[in-house]
Nanobody, 127 residues
Framework: QVQLVESGGGLVQAGGSLKLSCVAS????????MGWCRQSPGKEREFVAS????????YYAHSVKGRFTISRDNAKNTVYLQMDSLKPEDTAVYYC????????????????????WGQGTQVTVSS
């Protein structure tokens, strides 16, 4: 399994932006589809966004589409989540996730499909 380490979380006002990063260990990063999921207190973990192995396709949860952008740099073993127009309801622990495979990003539409997880990074959006 790949090891994942997230960074970039923090406190931001509503309407602001944050960019999360996730660095993966090893030399097989380009064989993995990557995703971001989040979990708020008292709620189930939910899917946020996914990107296929090459970065040519992306998929978003309806709640973040048009505000968040997922991207990856295979040379740096890194996946990013640019979060704009943040809302208080985006407050959560954000987790980076990985799953081996070469399907399009839409295949990885649920948190249940990912097999490797980071430790999470807290994002808090104040109103």
């Amino acid at each position: 399994q790949v090891q994942l380490v997230e960074s970039g979380g923090g406190l931001v006002q509503a309407g602001g932006s944050l960019k999360l990063s996730c660095v993966a260990s090893g030399n097989t990063f380009s064989t993995y589809a990557m995703g971001w999921c989040r979990q708020s207190p008292g709620k189930e973990r939910e899917f946020v966004a996914s990107i296929n192995w090459s970065g040519t396709s992306t998929y978003y949860a309806h709640s973040v589409k048009g505000r968040f952008t997922i991207s990856r740099d295979n040379a740096k073993n890194t996946v990013y989540l640019q979060m704009d127009s943040l809302k208080p309801e985006d407050t959560a622990v954000y987790y980076c996730a990985a799953e081996e495979g070469y399907y399009s990003a839409a295949y990885y539409y649920t948190e249940k499909i990912f097999g490797s997880w980071g430790q999470g990074t807290q994002v808090t959006v104040s109103s």
